[in-house]
């Protein structure tokens, strides 16, 4: 467990800010929302904050630690956090339900201090919640808008929509920059898609979200397990495979050499008797080259060696016993790319899955959606009225922010839209309190938050 003071996990600059606010400010209430990006921004990872950061108490060497720190590094030390030590921070934290589909501008989680003593608490929190919400955040939504493009050509080239939860598979551990963010991203894919090679964010889902089992995976081949065999030994590593896992479903990347003789010679030619009488699958993966180019050319190989049928929409389809995964090169205009490129070449969608790594967990960044956390308004009789604050830059007025406690409802068009926190007498503000200073009040599971972000 992490926690703010002990750790450092706060930008320099916030050291000083307690000396900032208007004299007789007892209270400050600021929101998080993303102010740009797609339309569809799937809300996920707040929990994890919750659980791991305000769920821990601060000790007299927490403070102390962040004391020696703030005084070598030239900032000013607030005396007043001495008096946080063994007790709850005292932080109301409201938020949507997690999963929950919002679009740009409209406030996911609002944080205010519970005891007048501390008005700078809420901005101090910053770096540590908005990180912890950006990122997954972004992630998910990713992962959903390729979740969208899928079961797009799926409802166009499919008879139905049975396989489109392990579409897309994560393969993005080894490419992130911590085992954190490993955790957090994968967990962030699995509020999509049940496929996973992410094993920490199997005990994310676990720890944070009480999901037993949240992905699955496969027996798979790397290029070492075939290349150890020697070039010339590149049947027998494929042999081996058939011979350990051919009763279930199995990946042999295939492009260690040449990936359209491998198809054509060896799977569908040496080895095609041995993969006819399997009982399970065999997914070929192709690692290298042009996908656009690559793909259809190894379906067509594919197709000429072991047939294929029409199915009811008229495209092609592989026996059921052969499939391809494209693992490299993918993201998710690639994915609309060769999915459009087989459409045209008369291939369905149900032929072929994806790997995505590093463009699924790490090629993302808070400007992305273009996350913040903005002040919005203040009070001086420990929160029993508010005054709004906002920004409005003359230089950029997509910065904008808004004032005043805000709430969140859902109109008559089904849509969701803010406004002010006093007008909802008729209302239910979406804006749930789900922490307040030691409590967690509202435990989401991972089902209920992927049932919300269904596509």
Same mark, same amino acid.
């Given at each position: 467990?992490?926690?703010?003071?002990?750790?450092?996990?706060?930008?320099?600059?916030?050291?000083?800010?307690?000396?900032?606010?208007?004299?007789?400010?007892?209270?400050?209430?600021?929101?998080?929302?993303?102010?740009?990006?797609?339309?569809?921004?799937?809300?996920?990872?707040?929990?994890?904050?919750?659980?791991?950061?305000?769920?821990?108490?601060?000790?007299?060497?927490?403070?102390?630690?962040?004391?020696?720190?703030?005084?070598?590094?030239?900032?000013?030390?607030?005396?007043?956090?001495?008096?946080?030590?063994?007790?709850?921070?005292?932080?109301?934290?409201?938020?949507?339900?997690?999963?929950?589909?919002?679009?740009?501008?409209?406030?996911?989680?609002?944080?205010?201090?519970?005891?007048?003593?501390?008005?700078?608490?809420?901005?101090?929190?910053?770096?540590?919640?908005?990180?912890?919400?950006?990122?997954?955040?972004?992630?998910?939504?990713?992962?959903?808008?390729?979740?969208?493009?899928?079961?797009?050509?799926?409802?166009?080239?499919?008879?139905?929509?049975?396989?489109?939860?392990?579409?897309?598979?994560?393969?993005?551990?080894?490419?992130?920059?911590?085992?954190?963010?490993?955790?957090?991203?994968?967990?962030?894919?699995?509020?999509?898609?049940?496929?996973?090679?992410?094993?920490?964010?199997?005990?994310? !889902?676990?720890?944070?979200?009480?999901?037993?089992?949240?992905?699955?995976?496969?027996?798979?081949?790397?290029?070492?397990?075939?290349?150890?065999?020697?070039?010339?030994?590149?049947? !027998?590593?494929?042999?081996?495979?058939?011979?350990?896992?051919?009763?279930?479903?199995?990946?042999?990347?295939?492009?260690?050499?040449?990936?359209?003789?491998?198809?054509?010679?060896?799977?569908?030619?040496?080895?095609?008797?041995?993969?006819?009488?399997?009982?399970?699958?065999?997914?070929?993966?192709?690692?290298?080259?042009?996908?656009?180019?690559?793909?259809?050319?190894?379906?067509?190989?594919?197709?000429?060696?072991?047939?294929?049928?029409?199915?009811?929409?008229?495209?092609?389809?592989?026996?059921?016993?052969?499939?391809?995964?494209?693992?490299?090169?993918?993201?998710?205009?690639?994915?609309?790319?060769?999915?459009?490129?087989?459409?045209?070449?008369?291939?369905?969608?149900?032929?072929?899955?994806?790997?995505?790594?590093? !463009?699924?967990?790490?090629?993302?960044?808070?400007?992305?959606?273009?996350?913040?956390?903005?002040?919005?308004?203040?009070?001086?009789?420990?929160?029993?009225?508010?005054?709004?604050?906002?920004?409005?830059?003359?230089?950029?007025?997509?910065?904008?922010?808004?004032?005043?406690?805000?709430?969140?409802?859902?109109?008559?068009?089904?849509?969701?839209?803010?406004?002010?926190?006093?007008?909802?007498?008729?209302?239910?503000?979406?804006?749930?309190?789900?922490?307040?200073?030691?409590?967690?009040?509202?435990?989401?599971?991972?089902?209920?938050?992927?049932?919300?972000?269904?596509?």
């Amino acid at each position: 467990m992490r926690n703010i003071f002990g750790d450092l996990d706060v930008d320099s600059y916030k050291l000083s800010h307690y000396l900032q606010y208007p004299k007789g400010t007892t209270n400050i209430s600021s929101y998080v929302t993303a102010r740009e990006g797609t339309d569809e921004i799937c809300f996920f990872g707040l929990n994890m904050w919750l659980k791991d950061v305000l769920d821990n108490e601060t000790n007299s060497y927490d403070v102390e630690n962040l004391r020696q720190f703030a005084t070598a590094h030239g900032l000013p030390f607030n005396d007043d956090i001495y008096q946080l030590i063994h007790n709850p921070l005292p932080l109301r934290v409201q938020a949507l339900p997690e999963g929950t589909i919002v679009r740009p501008g409209i406030p996911m989680v609002q944080v205010t201090n519970t005891d007048p003593r501390f008005p700078w608490l809420t901005s101090f929190v910053e770096t540590s919640l908005l990180r912890a919400i950006w990122y997954p955040t972004t992630v998910a939504t990713n992962s959903r808008e390729c979740k969208r493009v899928i079961k797009h050509y799926m409802e166009k080239t499919c008879d139905d929509l049975s396989g489109l939860p392990f579409k897309l598979h994560d393969f993005g551990f080894r490419g992130v920059s911590s085992y954190e963010s490993g955790c957090i991203g994968g967990l962030a894919h699995l509020v999509n898609f049940m496929g996973t090679d992410t094993m920490g964010a199997l005990a994310y !889902a676990r720890r944070f979200y009480g999901e037993k089992m949240a992905g699955f995976s496969i027996p798979a081949a790397e290029h070492s397990t075939i290349t150890s065999w020697g070039r010339n030994g590149e049947k !027998a590593a494929y042999e081996n495979m058939i011979d350990q896992f051919s009763n279930g479903l199995y990946a042999v990347v295939s492009d260690s050499y040449d990936i359209y003789n491998a198809c054509e010679s060896i799977w569908g030619s040496s080895l095609k008797g041995r993969v006819l009488k399997q009982k399970g699958t065999l997914v070929i993966r192709p690692d290298s080259g042009d996908p656009l180019v690559v793909v259809l050319r190894v379906l067509e190989i594919l197709g000429e060696r072991f047939g294929y049928t029409n199915n009811s929409r008229g495209y092609r389809v592989l026996p059921s016993y052969l499939r391809v995964i494209q693992g490299d090169g993918v993201n998710r205009k690639s994915i609309a790319a060769i999915l459009g490129k087989m459409q045209v070449h008369g291939w369905s969608a149900e032929n072929i899955a994806f790997g995505m790594g590093g !463009a699924l967990l790490q090629d993302v960044t808070r400007d992305d959606l273009s996350f913040a956390m903005k002040g919005s308004a203040a009070s001086n009789d420990g929160g029993k009225t508010w005054t709004g604050f906002s920004k409005d830059p003359v230089t950029q007025s997509s910065k904008k922010s808004q004032a005043g406690r805000l709430a969140v409802i859902e109109n008559t068009y089904g849509d969701l839209v803010s406004m002010q926190e006093r007008d909802t007498i008729s209302h239910l503000n979406l804006l749930q309190d789900t922490w307040v200073d030691d409590k967690l009040l509202i435990d989401p599971t991972l089902a209920e938050i992927r049932e919300r972000a269904q596509v």
